[in-house]
Structures are given as structure tokens and as C-alpha cells.
């Protein structure tokens, strides 16, 4: 049986997804502020990753579905390309980032009760903020480098009742429908879906080009759209810490790394490799 809210965010999404006499495609791609995977992360008392402690960027994923996103308005596929992001205010530099590649504008759900939100979550704020908007196609990374959960792609579908093409690495619309190559262990997977749908793309499918001067001054002047939960229809309750079904049990650092043990060996061989078997069967790696 469907969850209430399910049915309530399909019928608002239904009802904005196809305005009539909009011929191209507009496209939504959610995007997230991560910690710099290239820093030091602190841990919080809330066993949560401390954000504050370094310096924030746009997801690397989302790098990828913004480019997609680009090429499918030079092509002439699609009309507008607009961010979407969940937020504290600080993320308003990851949405100027993501607007300096080019997308058009942006909507930035900004309530302190989003904080602690996980996956499910996290999609649900991102439907709830589609509800008023038209869109055919969400493009978006297939992870965060945060999380690695690649759970929110396909909840985010779950929640606006629309197909999910995941793990995306080559990508074509045309007629009213989306084809992709799915990434599988052995091999791809062609699959297509009429529009609209949620598409996810993993690294192979284009090399994001850098954002050009021009396109970062004029970042600055693209409208952003702010809004919190009230705004969309949501209850602090529902969402955040409160309404996470995830709980983190407990969390800790990475151990430093150790040396490494080292074997003199006699000049034969026999010595290092008499070594290395031991050390092999005592790790159980054979």
C-alpha cells in the first residue's frame, strides 16, 4: 500500500510535470555540498561528520550530471537546466558553483530541521521542493563522496512515482523518452523510460568541462530561489534528525596507517618468500 505522503507529492508533481505548449525539456539536477574529500574530518559529539570543520565543495558526481545537463541544452534537447539543493545558507557558494557551469538558476531549501536528514530523507525534501516546479528529466550523481549510500537517486523516483534510470553511463532523449546505457559488473544494460524520469550517471559518461570567467561572474546574477520546509509542505517531524529511519550507531576515524613490516632476506630468495607465506597464512589470504 502507498505511503499517504507518496500520493500527496505524486499529485502535486503531476500536475506541474507537463505544462502544455513546453516543447523542449527542462531538467533538474539536485546537488549537494560535501566536506573536501582531500581534508581531515573531525567527528562530532552527535556522531556525525563535523561540516564545519572544513572546507565545503560541490559533490564531484553531481559534476558529472551538470555537464550532461549542459550538453543536453547546446544539443537543443532541453530548454533550462536548473539547480537543486538542501542546505544550510553556507551552500549558497555550491549552487553559485554549479550555476557557473552554465545551469540557469537555482532552488535552495535552506531549514536548520534538515540537518541529520538521511537518505530517505534527503528525498524526500528534494520531491516536496519539485512539487510546484515543471520538469521532465532529474539528472544527478549516482553518490555523494559523503555518504556513498546511492540510495537517493532511486528514492527520489520512489517519491514522485516516475522510473529511475541509475548508474548512467551514456545518456540520449528523444521522443518523449530517455535511453541510457546502465554501468553493470560485466558489462551495460540499455534500458528506456518515457519522460518524465530520475536518470543517475557514474564517471564515464563525460568529462565536466571547468567553469569559464564569464560563467562564474555570471553565476553571481542567476536567480536562486530559497525556501524552507514550511514553504514546501513538510513538518520539521518528518524530516532531519527527527525523522531519520537510519540511526548512526557509532563512528570513529580511520587508524593511522602503520609502518610496514620489512624482511632481509639472505640473497637467495628463499628467506623473503618463506616470509611472505607465513605472513600471507597468518592474515588467512590464502
Known sequence: MAHPDHDRVRRAAAVVRRPAGRLSVRIICPVKRVPDTAADKKIADDRTVDRD?????????????????????EAGTAGEAIALCMGPETAQQTLRKALSYGLDGAIHVADEACAGSDAVGTARVLA????????????????????????????LAEWLGVPALTYAKRLAIADGEATVDREMP???????????VVVSVVEAINEPRYPSFKGIMAAKNKP????????????????????????????????????????????SGEVGARALAEFLVQHKLI
Open 224 to 267: 536562486v530561489e530559497t525556501k524552507d520546509l514550511a514553504a514546501i509542505g513538510l513538518d520539521p517531524a518528518q524530516v532531519g534528525r527527527a525523522g531519520a529511519r537510519a540511526q548512526v550507531i557509532d563512528i570513529a576515524p580511520r587508524p593511522p596507517k602503520q609502518a610496514g613490516e620489512s624482511v632481509a632476506d639472505d640473497g
Open 53 to 73: 570543520a572544513c572546507e565545503p565543495v560541490l559533490n564531484a558526481n553531481d559534476e558529472w550530471a551538470i555537464e550532461e545537463a549542459m550538453r543536453a541544452k
Open 186 to 196: 560485466s558489462g551495460y544494460q540499455t534500458v528506456t523510460a518515457p519522460l518524465p
Open 128 to 155: 516536496a521542493a519539485l512539487a510546484d516546479q515543471p520538469w521532465d528529466l532529474i539528472l544527478m550523481g549516482n553518490q555523494s563522496s559523503d555518504a556513498r549510500t546511492m540510495l537517493v537517486p532511486a528514492m
